[in-house]
Protein backbone atom coordinates (compact mmCIF):
# COMPACT_ATOMS: atom_id res chain seq x y z
CA UNK A 1 0.00 0.00 0.00
CA UNK A 2 2.74 2.31 1.13
CA UNK A 3 4.99 1.89 -1.66
CA UNK A 4 2.29 1.40 -4.31
CA UNK A 5 1.43 5.32 -3.09
CA UNK A 6 4.53 6.36 -3.60
CA UNK A 7 5.18 4.63 -6.72
CA UNK A 8 2.30 6.82 -8.34
CA UNK A 9 3.39 9.64 -6.54
CA UNK A 10 6.62 9.47 -8.37
CA UNK A 11 4.90 9.06 -12.00
CA UNK A 12 3.04 12.20 -11.26
CA UNK A 13 5.92 14.04 -10.44
CA UNK A 14 8.03 12.63 -13.61
CA UNK A 15 4.86 13.85 -15.32
CA UNK A 16 4.62 17.29 -14.17
CA UNK A 17 8.31 17.61 -14.44
CA UNK A 18 7.81 16.86 -18.29
CA UNK A 19 5.52 19.47 -18.65
CA UNK A 20 7.08 22.42 -16.86
CA UNK A 21 10.96 21.98 -15.86
CA UNK A 22 12.55 24.33 -18.62
CA UNK A 23 15.94 24.16 -19.42
CA UNK A 24 18.10 27.00 -20.58
CA UNK A 25 21.66 26.02 -21.70
CA UNK A 26 24.35 29.51 -20.79
CA UNK A 27 27.89 29.28 -22.94
CA UNK A 28 30.02 32.28 -22.68
CA UNK A 29 33.82 32.72 -22.57
CA UNK A 30 34.17 32.33 -18.77
CA UNK A 31 32.56 31.88 -15.86
CA UNK A 32 33.25 32.63 -12.16
CA UNK A 33 31.11 30.59 -9.30
CA UNK A 34 31.70 33.18 -6.84
CA UNK A 35 33.73 31.63 -4.38
CA UNK A 36 36.67 33.69 -5.53
CA UNK A 37 38.32 31.21 -7.61
CA UNK A 38 39.87 31.29 -10.44
CA UNK A 39 37.62 32.03 -13.91
CA UNK A 40 36.57 28.86 -16.11
CA UNK A 41 37.12 29.20 -19.89
CA UNK A 42 34.67 28.74 -21.38
CA UNK A 43 32.00 29.05 -18.94
CA UNK A 44 28.62 26.96 -19.54
CA UNK A 45 25.74 26.81 -17.03
CA UNK A 46 22.73 24.74 -17.13
CA UNK A 47 19.69 25.93 -15.66
CA UNK A 48 16.53 23.62 -14.90
CA UNK A 49 13.21 25.17 -13.68
CA UNK A 50 14.58 27.63 -11.20
CA UNK A 51 17.88 26.18 -10.50
CA UNK A 52 21.37 25.37 -11.31
CA UNK A 53 21.51 21.84 -12.48
CA UNK A 54 25.28 21.99 -13.54
CA UNK A 55 28.26 24.33 -14.55
CA UNK A 56 31.68 24.10 -15.03
CA UNK A 57 33.97 24.46 -18.66
CA UNK A 58 31.63 21.92 -20.49
CA UNK A 59 28.09 20.41 -19.75
CA UNK A 60 25.90 17.81 -21.11
CA UNK A 61 22.39 19.34 -21.86
CA UNK A 62 18.91 17.99 -23.43
CA UNK A 63 18.58 18.69 -26.76
CA UNK A 64 15.39 20.71 -26.34
CA UNK A 65 17.37 22.82 -24.12
CA UNK A 66 17.11 26.71 -24.76
CA UNK A 67 20.57 27.97 -25.81
CA UNK A 68 21.33 31.32 -24.89
CA UNK A 69 25.39 31.70 -26.18
CA UNK A 70 26.94 35.10 -25.27
CA UNK A 71 30.91 34.95 -26.65
CA UNK A 72 33.36 37.58 -25.45
CA UNK A 73 31.41 37.78 -21.93
CA UNK A 74 31.93 36.50 -18.53
CA UNK A 75 28.93 34.59 -16.71
CA UNK A 76 28.06 35.47 -12.68
CA UNK A 77 26.00 34.84 -10.01
CA UNK A 78 23.72 37.24 -9.71
CA UNK A 79 24.83 40.12 -7.29
CA UNK A 80 23.61 40.67 -3.85
CA UNK A 81 24.12 44.07 -2.01
CA UNK A 82 23.81 43.88 1.72
CA UNK A 83 22.31 47.35 2.35
CA UNK A 84 20.11 49.27 0.62
CA UNK A 85 16.85 51.18 1.24
CA UNK A 86 14.67 50.89 -1.19
CA UNK A 87 12.74 53.65 0.61
CA UNK A 88 14.70 57.04 -0.48
CA UNK A 89 15.93 58.02 -3.60
CA UNK A 90 19.64 59.54 -3.39
CA UNK A 91 18.41 63.12 -3.23
CA UNK A 92 20.90 65.73 -1.44
CA UNK A 93 18.27 65.82 1.17
CA UNK A 94 15.63 63.11 1.82
CA UNK A 95 13.14 64.99 4.02
CA UNK A 96 11.89 66.73 1.16
CA UNK A 97 10.07 63.24 0.23
CA UNK A 98 8.91 62.79 3.40
CA UNK A 99 5.70 63.67 3.62
CA UNK A 100 4.74 61.98 0.18
CA UNK A 101 1.54 59.94 0.03
CA UNK A 102 2.25 56.26 0.48
CA UNK A 103 1.16 55.00 -3.11
CA UNK A 104 3.67 57.82 -4.64
CA UNK A 105 6.26 56.41 -2.20
CA UNK A 106 5.64 52.26 -3.04
CA UNK A 107 5.66 53.45 -6.85
CA UNK A 108 9.14 54.93 -5.92
CA UNK A 109 10.00 51.87 -4.33
CA UNK A 110 9.28 49.25 -6.93
CA UNK A 111 10.75 51.76 -9.69
CA UNK A 112 14.23 51.84 -7.57
CA UNK A 113 14.03 47.37 -7.23
CA UNK A 114 13.36 47.36 -10.96
CA UNK A 115 16.73 49.80 -11.37
CA UNK A 116 18.14 47.22 -9.04
CA UNK A 117 17.53 44.42 -10.56
CA UNK A 118 18.60 45.36 -13.98
CA UNK A 119 21.83 46.36 -12.96
CA UNK A 120 22.46 42.45 -12.20
CA UNK A 121 21.18 42.42 -8.43
CA UNK A 122 18.79 39.71 -7.82
CA UNK A 123 18.94 40.34 -4.11
CA UNK A 124 18.94 42.96 -1.66
CA UNK A 125 18.97 43.26 2.12
CA UNK A 126 16.67 46.11 2.92
CA UNK A 127 18.25 47.59 6.09
CA UNK A 128 15.11 49.97 7.20
CA UNK A 129 12.45 51.04 5.32
CA UNK A 130 9.26 53.56 6.03
CA UNK A 131 6.37 52.95 7.15
CA UNK A 132 6.59 48.55 6.92
CA UNK A 133 6.00 49.67 2.54
CA UNK A 134 8.82 47.20 1.39
CA UNK A 135 6.31 44.44 2.76
CA UNK A 136 3.70 45.45 0.60
CA UNK A 137 6.15 45.96 -1.83
CA UNK A 138 7.37 42.11 -1.61
CA UNK A 139 3.49 41.38 -1.42
CA UNK A 140 3.53 42.77 -4.78
CA UNK A 141 6.03 41.07 -6.24
CA UNK A 142 4.86 37.67 -5.32
CA UNK A 143 1.31 38.46 -6.98
CA UNK A 144 3.27 38.87 -10.38
CA UNK A 145 2.26 42.98 -10.44
CA UNK A 146 5.69 43.93 -10.66
CA UNK A 147 9.61 42.34 -10.28
CA UNK A 148 11.92 42.87 -7.65
CA UNK A 149 15.06 41.68 -6.35
CA UNK A 150 14.90 38.86 -3.94
CA UNK A 151 13.84 40.78 -0.52
CA UNK A 152 15.79 40.02 2.43
CA UNK A 153 13.82 42.90 4.86
CA UNK A 154 14.63 44.60 8.54
CA UNK A 155 11.21 46.46 8.31
CA UNK A 156 12.16 49.26 10.83
CA UNK A 157 14.97 50.14 12.68
CA UNK A 158 15.18 49.59 16.02
CA UNK A 159 17.20 52.75 17.78
CA UNK A 160 16.67 54.12 21.28
CA UNK A 161 15.43 57.57 21.06
CA UNK A 162 17.70 60.01 19.63
CA UNK A 163 16.97 63.83 17.05
CA UNK A 164 18.45 61.68 14.33
CA UNK A 165 15.75 58.77 14.89
CA UNK A 166 12.97 61.14 15.17
CA UNK A 167 14.41 63.02 11.71
CA UNK A 168 13.50 60.21 9.17
CA UNK A 169 9.84 59.74 9.54
CA UNK A 170 8.68 56.11 9.29
CA UNK A 171 11.84 54.38 9.49
CA UNK A 172 12.73 54.21 13.34
CA UNK A 173 10.69 52.01 15.91
CA UNK A 174 12.66 54.12 19.05
CA UNK A 175 12.90 51.26 22.30
CA UNK A 176 14.15 52.51 25.63
CA UNK A 177 14.94 49.46 27.82
CA UNK A 178 15.04 46.12 27.88
CA UNK A 179 11.44 45.53 27.53
CA UNK A 180 10.84 47.75 25.20
CA UNK A 181 13.69 46.69 22.87
CA UNK A 182 12.02 43.33 23.07
CA UNK A 183 8.97 44.04 22.00
CA UNK A 184 10.02 46.67 19.24
CA UNK A 185 12.29 43.48 17.54
CA UNK A 186 9.14 40.83 18.04
CA UNK A 187 7.36 43.53 15.93
CA UNK A 188 9.62 43.60 13.39
CA UNK A 189 8.83 40.09 13.01
CA UNK A 190 5.69 39.99 13.24
CA UNK A 191 4.80 42.36 10.18
CA UNK A 192 7.37 39.62 8.52
CA UNK A 193 10.85 40.90 8.82
CA UNK A 194 14.13 38.82 7.87
CA UNK A 195 16.75 40.15 9.69
CA UNK A 196 16.35 43.08 12.76
CA UNK A 197 18.52 45.97 12.21
CA UNK A 198 19.79 48.55 15.46
CA UNK A 199 21.70 51.27 16.03
CA UNK A 200 24.87 50.86 17.84
CA UNK A 201 26.42 54.03 17.34
CA UNK A 202 24.97 57.72 16.23
CA UNK A 203 24.70 57.90 12.40
CA UNK A 204 26.48 60.63 10.25
CA UNK A 205 23.09 61.96 8.14
CA UNK A 206 21.72 63.39 11.80
CA UNK A 207 21.43 66.25 13.27
CA UNK A 208 25.25 67.74 13.95
CA UNK A 209 25.07 67.36 18.04
CA UNK A 210 24.69 63.51 17.50
CA UNK A 211 27.62 61.86 16.71
CA UNK A 212 28.79 58.91 15.18
CA UNK A 213 31.32 58.37 17.70
CA UNK A 214 28.94 57.86 20.34
CA UNK A 215 27.46 54.69 21.60
CA UNK A 216 24.33 54.11 21.62
CA UNK A 217 21.97 51.55 23.69
CA UNK A 218 23.38 49.76 26.75
CA UNK A 219 25.11 46.70 26.72
CA UNK A 220 21.82 45.23 28.03
CA UNK A 221 19.56 46.58 25.50
CA UNK A 222 22.07 45.38 22.73
CA UNK A 223 22.13 41.82 23.90
CA UNK A 224 18.43 41.73 24.56
CA UNK A 225 18.14 42.76 20.69
CA UNK A 226 20.47 40.11 20.11
CA UNK A 227 18.84 36.85 22.02
CA UNK A 228 15.23 38.20 20.74
CA UNK A 229 16.17 37.61 17.40
CA UNK A 230 18.35 35.12 17.66
CA UNK A 231 15.76 33.22 19.47
CA UNK A 232 13.62 33.31 16.31
CA UNK A 233 15.64 32.80 13.67
CA UNK A 234 16.65 36.11 12.69
CA UNK A 235 19.52 37.46 12.12
CA UNK A 236 21.08 41.01 13.38
CA UNK A 237 22.63 43.98 11.56
CA UNK A 238 24.04 46.90 14.09
CA UNK A 239 24.43 50.19 12.55
CA UNK A 240 28.17 51.07 13.99
CA UNK A 241 30.55 53.92 13.44
CA UNK A 242 32.25 54.61 16.74
CA UNK A 243 34.67 51.61 18.04
CA UNK A 244 33.01 51.61 21.72
CA UNK A 245 29.60 51.00 19.73
CA UNK A 246 31.50 48.27 17.37
CA UNK A 247 32.82 46.73 20.24
CA UNK A 248 29.51 46.50 22.35
CA UNK A 249 27.18 44.99 19.16
CA UNK A 250 30.35 42.66 18.85
CA UNK A 251 30.25 41.34 22.52
CA UNK A 252 26.07 41.12 22.47
CA UNK A 253 26.69 38.36 19.31
CA UNK A 254 25.79 40.52 16.12
CA UNK A 255 25.64 39.10 12.94
CA UNK A 256 27.05 42.15 10.83
CA UNK A 257 28.51 45.60 11.49
CA UNK A 258 27.39 47.66 9.34
CA UNK A 259 30.04 50.66 8.23
CA UNK A 260 32.45 49.82 11.31
CA UNK A 261 34.10 53.43 10.32
CA UNK A 262 36.62 53.51 13.42
CA UNK A 263 37.49 49.54 13.57
CA UNK A 264 40.84 50.35 13.15
CA UNK A 265 41.05 52.00 16.44
CA UNK A 266 40.96 48.32 18.07
CA UNK A 267 42.65 45.54 16.42
CA UNK A 268 41.66 43.35 18.79
CA UNK A 269 37.52 43.59 18.00
CA UNK A 270 38.92 42.84 14.41
CA UNK A 271 40.17 40.03 15.20
CA UNK A 272 37.33 38.69 17.75
CA UNK A 273 35.08 39.35 14.12
CA UNK A 274 37.53 37.36 12.44
CA UNK A 275 38.03 34.76 14.65
CA UNK A 276 34.05 34.31 14.71
CA UNK A 277 32.64 35.28 11.61
CA UNK A 278 30.86 38.35 12.76
CA UNK A 279 31.08 39.86 8.55
CA UNK A 280 31.83 44.07 7.92
CA UNK A 281 29.39 45.69 5.44
CA UNK A 282 32.06 49.15 4.72
CA UNK A 283 29.07 51.05 2.90
CA UNK A 284 32.61 52.19 1.22
CA UNK A 285 29.98 54.62 -1.06
CA UNK A 286 27.66 56.11 1.31
CA UNK A 287 30.42 58.06 2.72
CA UNK A 288 32.29 59.11 -0.80
CA UNK A 289 29.29 60.37 -2.11
CA UNK A 290 27.86 62.17 1.32
CA UNK A 291 31.56 64.03 1.83
CA UNK A 292 31.49 65.31 -2.01
CA UNK A 293 27.62 65.89 -2.21
CA UNK A 294 27.10 69.35 -3.08
CA UNK A 295 23.33 70.25 -0.86
CA UNK A 296 23.86 68.18 1.35
CA UNK A 297 23.37 69.44 4.61
CA UNK A 298 26.87 71.35 5.89
CA UNK A 299 26.79 69.32 9.02
CA UNK A 300 26.14 66.21 7.87
CA UNK A 301 28.90 66.49 4.72
CA UNK A 302 31.45 67.99 7.42
CA UNK A 303 31.14 64.21 9.60
CA UNK A 304 31.51 62.47 6.21
CA UNK A 305 34.40 64.16 5.27
CA UNK A 306 36.08 63.74 8.94
CA UNK A 307 36.44 60.37 8.51
CA UNK A 308 36.79 59.03 5.03
CA UNK A 309 40.78 58.73 5.98
CA UNK A 310 39.31 56.20 8.89
CA UNK A 311 36.95 54.24 6.72
CA UNK A 312 40.11 53.42 4.37
CA UNK A 313 42.50 52.46 7.55
CA UNK A 314 39.44 50.06 8.71
CA UNK A 315 38.85 48.43 5.27
CA UNK A 316 42.66 47.49 4.70
CA UNK A 317 42.85 46.79 8.31
CA UNK A 318 39.98 44.20 8.27
CA UNK A 319 41.40 43.07 4.80
CA UNK A 320 44.53 42.23 6.28
CA UNK A 321 43.16 40.52 9.35
CA UNK A 322 40.61 38.13 7.40
CA UNK A 323 37.81 39.90 8.67
CA UNK A 324 34.71 38.56 6.24
CA UNK A 325 33.77 41.18 4.42
CA UNK A 326 30.09 41.52 2.53
CA UNK A 327 29.44 44.23 -0.13
CA UNK A 328 26.59 46.62 0.70
CA UNK A 329 26.32 50.46 -0.79
CA UNK A 330 23.75 52.07 1.34
CA UNK A 331 22.06 53.15 -1.31
CA UNK A 332 20.03 55.58 -1.26
CA UNK A 333 22.31 57.85 0.83
CA UNK A 334 22.46 61.06 -1.07
CA UNK A 335 23.65 60.52 -4.84
CA UNK A 336 24.09 57.20 -4.14
CA UNK A 337 21.30 56.02 -6.08
CA UNK A 338 19.48 52.29 -6.98
CA UNK A 339 21.33 50.36 -9.81
CA UNK A 340 24.67 52.34 -9.40
CA UNK A 341 25.11 49.40 -6.75
CA UNK A 342 28.18 48.31 -8.55
CA UNK A 343 29.95 51.25 -8.28
CA UNK A 344 31.26 49.50 -4.62
CA UNK A 345 33.06 46.87 -5.80
CA UNK A 346 35.49 49.24 -7.74
CA UNK A 347 36.00 51.54 -4.65
CA UNK A 348 36.56 47.58 -2.49
CA UNK A 349 39.46 46.90 -5.30
CA UNK A 350 41.04 50.62 -5.09
CA UNK A 351 41.47 50.07 -1.74
CA UNK A 352 43.17 46.94 -2.22
CA UNK A 353 40.80 43.65 -2.70
CA UNK A 354 41.48 41.85 -5.97
CA UNK A 355 38.14 41.89 -8.35
CA UNK A 356 37.52 37.95 -7.93
CA UNK A 357 37.19 38.91 -4.15
CA UNK A 358 35.15 41.49 -4.48
CA UNK A 359 32.78 39.83 -6.52
CA UNK A 360 32.75 36.86 -4.33
CA UNK A 361 32.08 39.87 -1.49
CA UNK A 362 29.04 40.77 -3.28
CA UNK A 363 28.27 36.86 -4.31
CA UNK A 364 29.26 34.04 -1.88
CA UNK A 365 30.12 36.01 1.25
CA UNK A 366 27.17 38.32 1.07
CA UNK A 367 24.73 35.37 0.76
CA UNK A 368 26.61 33.84 4.07
CA UNK A 369 26.08 37.15 5.57
CA UNK A 370 22.43 37.27 5.38
CA UNK A 371 22.55 33.40 6.13
CA UNK A 372 21.28 32.16 2.60
CA UNK A 373 22.79 28.99 1.35
CA UNK A 374 20.76 28.79 -1.55
CA UNK A 375 21.92 32.13 -3.20
CA UNK A 376 25.57 33.26 -4.09
CA UNK A 377 27.17 30.50 -5.86
CA UNK A 378 26.96 29.22 -9.32
CA UNK A 379 27.20 25.43 -8.23
CA UNK A 380 24.45 22.58 -8.65
CA UNK A 381 21.25 22.64 -7.05
CA UNK A 382 21.44 26.86 -5.96
CA UNK A 383 18.87 28.95 -7.46
CA UNK A 384 19.38 30.12 -10.88
CA UNK A 385 20.42 33.43 -10.04
CA UNK A 386 22.65 34.38 -12.55
CA UNK A 387 23.93 37.08 -14.60
CA UNK A 388 26.28 37.70 -17.65
CA UNK A 389 28.13 40.60 -18.80
CA UNK A 390 30.30 42.01 -21.18
CA UNK A 391 33.29 41.77 -21.07
CA UNK A 392 35.86 40.38 -17.97
CA UNK A 393 34.71 42.15 -14.56
CA UNK A 394 37.70 39.52 -12.59
CA UNK A 395 40.20 42.02 -15.02
CA UNK A 396 38.43 45.08 -14.91
CA UNK A 397 35.88 45.60 -12.13
CA UNK A 398 34.30 48.69 -13.55
CA UNK A 399 32.81 46.87 -16.44
CA UNK A 400 30.31 45.58 -13.97
CA UNK A 401 28.95 49.17 -14.00
CA UNK A 402 27.94 48.80 -17.66
CA UNK A 403 24.43 47.54 -18.13
CA UNK A 404 24.74 43.51 -18.07
CA UNK A 405 23.82 41.63 -21.03
CA UNK A 406 21.40 39.10 -19.34
CA UNK A 407 20.05 38.91 -15.97
CA UNK A 408 18.19 35.16 -14.68
CA UNK A 409 16.43 35.57 -11.23
CA UNK A 410 15.49 31.87 -10.10
CA UNK A 411 16.15 30.56 -13.78
CA UNK A 412 13.68 33.16 -15.29
CA UNK A 413 15.42 35.72 -17.74
CA UNK A 414 14.42 39.10 -16.39
CA UNK A 415 17.00 40.94 -18.73
ZN1 LIG B 1 21.72 52.39 5.95
Not at 97 to 116: C, F, N, P, V, Y
Not at 166 to 191: C, D, F, H, I, T
Request: hydrophobic share 45%; aromatic share 2%; with cysteine.
Amino acid sequence: MHSRHLSREGRLDFALSLSTTRAVLISAGALIDGNGAAPMRPGVVLIEGDRIRAAGTHVDAPEDAERVDIPNATIIPGLIDCHVHLSDAGLADASVQDHDASGLRILRMAEHARRTLASGFTTVRDAGGRDHLEFALRRAAQEGLIRTPRLVLAGKIVSMTTAGASSWPGMYRQANGVSEVVKAVREQLAAGADVIKIMATGAVLSPGHERPTSAQFTREELRAAVDTAHAMGLRVAAHAHGIDGIRRAVEAGVDTIEHGTHLHEDLGVAKEMAARGVFLVPTLKALERIAEGAGVPEDMRAKAQDRRSDRDRTFRAALEMGVPIAMGTDAATPFNRHGENAEELALMVSLGMSPLAAIAAASSVAARALGRGDIGVIAQGRLADVVVWDGEPFEDIRSLQRAPLAVFLGGERVV
